[in-house]
């Protein structure tokens, strides 16, 4: 397998977009990638699309938005892990040696549509019967479950939304960049416990573009080649759990395992995550899936100030914070999680969030990040999940 390097990345500005369907949206994020790696679309051998919701012909409409050159197009599915499984597929092209350049794009319009999720097969669902699959609900008793085995609060959660909301007063590109104070997040209508809306990722409109190519080839084209060290996709294994009460942390939890030993770094390796924070509960229970802390240590890892941009706790909300953090609490990383503002403010436009979160860790990577760069950033993890199940994460170094 060749190594394989990001040479050029791009997404737009996530919000709604009635005026522009998703084809144009991407081929807006397809021209500022091509722009950023110096390249025309003609020397793109390969295409990778990732659209939930639109899945069949979704990279045909983009080609005919900015070229048709009659290379093979790729159409991907993969719930909320559709964009970062379609430029998983666009690793593998390279990194066999099939391709030397290759394009994943991931897309998504969804406009004010909710996640709903759906009743499934009667003979296994658990709608009406212990609880609900509707995702709200999903993440609300995931939430519960952390809460009564750890003793987690709705405070330590709901600490993750005031984190995300700060840093996406710093991200241009978020669909909401606008902060939200502990009293805010907690007073806000609630949706699920321990839920409230801020603590839920708003829906919308997004698409982001990667361009890949050999590391040999990468510097034709850059001086700052990103190298994709790590590229794993995991669905769930058979537990007992696992037909009625979903499982959100074993297939991340094998994805982890498996992307480091590949990348050959470790979870204090880290310089800043970007996670699937679907909702605040989410964040929290993902930090110990990903091992950034210990089992049962999320509270105090939220409340340490350590995956806060600058591993501290802004001043402004020190009084907040205080009542709930555990002193003697020694973080086993200094990794910043979500600098983008997460899903909880970026946005969650389900295709193209998993190349959005792969563009967010380049940006810091390269020291394009503006406001929230994170300092000496040099390896980086992007992850997903979707609840079909699958999992990807993906390490990348400078």
């Excluded at 989410?282 to 600058?310: F, I, R, T």
């Excluded at 020190?318 to 899903?343: C, M």
């Amino acid at each position: 397998m060749r190594e394989v390097a990001i040479v050029g990345i791009a997404m737009i500005k996530f919000g709604r977009y009635a005026d522009r369907d998703f084809a144009q949206l991407s081929a807006q994020a397809v021209l500022e990638a091509l722009k950023d790696a110096g390249m025309e679309m003609k020397q793109i051998e390969a295409l990778y699309s990732g659209n939930l919701y639109q899945t069949s012909g979704s990279g045909q409409r983009i080609l005919q938005q900015v070229g048709q050159t009659g290379i093979p197009v790729v159409n991907v599915a993969n719930a909320c892990a559709t964009g970062s499984t379609a430029f998983r597929e666009a690793y593998f092209a390279v990194a066999s040696g099939a391709y030397d350049v290759v394009m994943a794009v991931g897309s998504e319009q969804m406009g004010k549509q909710g996640l709903l999720g759906s009743r499934g097969d009667p003979a296994t669902s658990l709608e009406g019967r212990v609880g609900s699959y509707m995702m709200p609900a999903v993440f609300g008793m995931a939430g519960m479950e952390h809460a009564r085995k750890y003793g987690t609060k709705q405070e330590h959660f709901a600490l993750a939304s005031v984190k995300n909301h700060w840093h996406s007063t710093m991200n241009p590109l978020a669909q909401y960049q606008k902060e939200s104070p502990l009293d805010e997040v907690l007073n806000s209508r609630m949706i699920a416990y321990p839920n409230t809306l801020l603590m839920c990722c708003p829906t919308g409109d997004g698409a982001a573009a990667a361009i890949l190519t050999s590391m040999d080839k990468a510097r034709q084209f850059t001086t700052q080649p990103i190298k994709v060290a790590a590229s794993v996709l995991t669905s769930d294994p058979f537990t007992d759990r696992d037909l009625t009460l979903p499982d959100i942390n074993t297939l991340t939890r094998n994805a982890a395992k498996l992307a480091y030993e590949q990348a050959g770094v470790g979870p204090e390796d880290l310089d800043q995550v970007e996670l699937h924070d679907c909702f605040a509960t989410a964040e929290l229970l993902h930090y110990e899936n990903l091992g950034l802390c210990g089992d049962g240590e999320a509270a105090m890892h939220v409340a340490s100030g350590a995956p806060w941009l600058g591993n501290k706790i802004p001043t402004k909300y020190e009084e907040d914070v205080a009542p709930f953090r555990d002193k003697t609490y020694q973080p086993k990383t200094k990794a910043v999680v979500n600098a983008s503002g997460g899903l909880l403010s970026k946005g969650h436009p389900l295709g193209a969030t998993g190349v959005a979160n792969i563009a967010e860790i380049v940006f810091h990577l390269r020291g394009q990040a503006g406001q929230r760069q994170v300092e000496g950033s040099k390896v980086g993890l992007a992850h997903v999940i979707g609840l079909c199940s699958a999992c990807t994460i993906h390490i990348l170094q400078k």
